[in-house]
């Protein structure tokens, strides 16, 4: 019998393993096994071609469409860097959309699919860095699809968590996007939308 270990992720790769599962097939394991060794578990048939579909939702087009929309959301990351900040910006290991500079720190998070709610979710690790940096600092929520977003400064988002009484150590982040309301803190967060 094979050895196993248990092993704690965030929720972003929690969502990489669903977006690259096969529904009633694959398990966290069977898709890492797949996805890094590029073979199946010994008790499931290869498919022909790997399923496009997200739990509970038809992708077309399957893995290339979900690159493609990777793709998107990277190249608008990379269109804010430079409209926005001006400054020479690298990528802050470990993080795949957090960017520092000389004068700031900016972690992006990408709800890319055209929709009156916004969803996001800052783990407790990477808003601790935000919080404890010297830099300016600032959360950026964007949407491609619409061409928008949020760019929120730390400084701000701290102290509307102290008057709204938020006591979690992570940021869950639903914005009705009518209302420009973050729902959580009940905070309209208008001023800091960018449309593109």
């Known amino acids: 019998m094979d050895e196993t270990y248990n092993i704690a992720v965030d929720r972003e790769i929690f969502k990489f393993l669903q977006d690259n599962a096969r529904p009633f097939i694959d398990t966290p394991n069977s898709v890492l096994r797949r996805l890094l060794l590029g073979k199946d578990n010994k008790n499931t048939a290869q ?60 972690y992006f998070q990408n709800f890319n699919k055209e929709n009156d709610r916004l969803w996001y979710r800052v783990a407790a690790t990477p808003f601790k860095e935000l919080k404890l940096s010297s830099k300016k600092a600032f959360i950026c929520l964007t949407n491609p699809a619409e061409r928008i977003a949020y760019l929120i400064p730390v400084k701000e988002i701290e102290e509307t968590i102290k008057r709204t009484g938020w006591d979690r150590d992570y940021l869950e982040i639903n914005i009705d996007h009518i209302s420009k309301k973050w729902i959580e803190l009940d905070w309209n967060i208008e001023k800091y939308l960018k449309r593109y």
């Open 47 to 106: 498919p022909s071609s790997v399923s496009g579909e997200i739990i509970g939702e038809p992708l077309p087009g399957g893995r290339d469409a979900r690159r493609g929309v990777l793709r998107k959301s990277i190249q608008f990351v990379r269109y804010l860097l430079q409209t926005e900040f001006e400054e020479e910006f690298e990528r802050r290991q470990p993080y795949r959309f957090m960017y520092e500079s000389k004068n700031y720190l900016l």
